[in-house]
């Protein structure tokens, strides 16, 4: 499954590491210093003219190496959120590898954006990342999408409020695949995976690939505001650090996301106000404050959401992507021969 994962990938090495569409943050550097590295870059974008410029970007740092049609990154999208006609003719005109899709109103909608994006760039492969086993069984069978990404409850960001662990999700994920005959479908893993050990267990656990997106937060190339990085470089303890909830989608005003995802952040103020049952109007009124204030929300006032996963603990430094790719690719051989050595 790797393989066919990889054959349309022609610029990437083994095993296949990928940086998580992360809108607003992975954009067209962070994406082309991915791929460079030898893994799959994916820039992130919540808006058409973020993709186009995006796109752009990724485009003039790749030119030197590009060869063929397509431009070697992915780009995720949320068609939630931005209109499906509106990403069509960029779509159109830089046709990038792969079509990453995430947080679809409906599980329906992914079949009408695969069918449309498939008409206008044949040559993108459609991967599609959802939270459970049976989202993922629709989606496969719908959608029919190349492949899929298992995200596990542990991933910074948005993700569904009932989910599980990559641990449990992606081995139940392959054999309920296998039993309903769409075992060439491949399955990679994202969520709480933030290096060599995160990594190897995916592999182990069957993912044809992983993702990585808290990691990539602390990469030279990724666009976070300076206090957003801090705040990310200084956590430790992700299981007390970070925690899943909706109130981060009500911080500013209504949430608008989809009613089955919530989103994990660094632990806030105002998530702690929310627990001490303070009333959502003063919790937007003091976060909006703080976060048009001096420090944005990241300094003493602890307001403004600062997306993060579980891992955030191991991410300690900053550096560039490409050392993040080759350090978490050499790793998974290392770990996993030495793994079976202790056994
Ligand atoms: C800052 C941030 C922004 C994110 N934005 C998006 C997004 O725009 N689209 C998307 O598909 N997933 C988004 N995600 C979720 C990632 O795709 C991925 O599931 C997650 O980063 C994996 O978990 P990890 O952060 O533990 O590596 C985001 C995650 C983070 C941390």
Redesign the pocket.
């Known amino acids: 499954m790797a393989e066919t994962l990889r054959s349309h990938l022609h610029w990437t090495s083994s095993p296949l590491i990928v940086n ?7 954009g067209g550097r962070l994406a082309a210093a991915v791929t460079r590295a030898g893994g799959l870059g994916v820039i ?3 808006m058409a003219n973020d993709l186009e410029k995006e796109l752009g970007i990724a485009a003039e740092a790749l030119k030197p190496t590009q060869k063929g049609d397509i431009i070697p990154i992915g780009v ?3 068609p939630f959120i931005v209109q499906l006609d509106s990403v069509l003719p960029i779509l159109q005109r830089y046709r990038p590898a792969v079509v ?4 679809a109103k409906e599980l329906t909608d992914y079949s009408i954006w695969a069918a449309k994006i498939r008409r206008v760039s044949p040559e993108s492969r459609i991967w599609i ?1 959802t939270g459970t086993v049976s989202a993922a069984l629709k989606i496969a069978q719908s959608a029919k999408p190349d492949a899929l ?1 298992l ?2 409850a ?6 569904f409020e009932r989910g599980a662990s990559i641990v449990s999700l992606l081995p139940e994920a392959t054999d309920v695949f296998k039993a309903n005959g769409l075992d060439n479908t491949p399955l990679l893993a ?5 290096d060599a050990r995160g990594a190897a267990a995916a592999f182990a656990l069957g993912a044809s690939g992983v ?7 602390a990469a030279n190339e990724t666009n ?1 505001p300076p206090g957003y990085r801090e705040l990310v470089l200084a956590a430790r303890d992700g299981a007390q650090a970070t925690v899943r909830s909706k109130l981060f989608d009500n911080v500013k005003g209504p949430n608008i996301w989809p009613e089955a995802y919530d989103g ?1 952040s660094l632990v806030t103020e105002s998530y702690n106000d929310h627990v001490r049952g303070v009333d959502i109007d003063q919790v937007r009124e003091v976060h909006n404050k703080a976060v048009t204030g001096e420090d944005s929300g990241y300094g003493k006032t602890n307001r403004a959401n600062v ?6 603990g191991l991410v300690n430094k900053l550096e560039d992507a490409a050392d993040i790719v080759e350090e978490v690719r050499s790793g998974v051989t290392q770990i996993l021969n030495s793994t079976n050595a202790r056994l």
Request: aromatic residues 10%.
């Open positions: 998580a569409a992360m809108g607003g943050f992975a992130g974008a919540v995720g999208l949320l990453w899709l995430f947080a990342q990404i995200q596990g542990d991933a910074g960001g948005h993700g994202s969520g709480g995976i933030a993702v990585l997106g808290t990691r990539f937060l976070a994990r997306w993060a996963g579980s891992g955030v």
